[in-house]
Nanobody, 112 residues
């Protein structure tokens, strides 16, 4: 069974940082492109960042220079380091594997 378990969300002030983690089942992680998406209330889910199984990365224009996606293949985990957070980054963040599998989501709220 494929499992993706996110953690690391929470409440942070503008300008602050958070690191999200997504632990994946080994049987999909080693060959899968991984991605972080987010969905704000009343908006469609959007791609935030992605990383290929060999480490190539891609970012939404709105997070370039502030967010960094990385993966630790030994731990079957993908990370999203989020710096200089803005209120507009508030959303539920979802981990995705191979374009098919989704985690349960973790809430990120940026507010003073």
């Amino acid at each position: 069974q494929v499992q993706l378990v996110e953690s690391g969300g929470g409440l942070v002030q503008p300008g602050g940082s958070l690191r999200l983690s997504c632990a994946a089942s080994e049987r999909i992680f080693s060959w899968s492109n991984m991605g972080w998406y987010r969905q704000a209330p009343g908006k469609e889910r959007e791609l935030v960042a992605s990383i290929t199984y060999v480490g190539g990365t891609n970012y939404a224009d709105s997070v370039k220079g502030r967010f960094t996606i990385s993966r630790d293949n030994a731990k079957n985990t993908v990370y999203l380091q989020m710096n200089s957070l803005k209120p507009e980054d508030t959303a539920v963040y979802y981990c995705n594997a191979a374009g098919r599998y989704w985690g349960q989501g973790t809430q990120v709220t940026v507010s003073s």
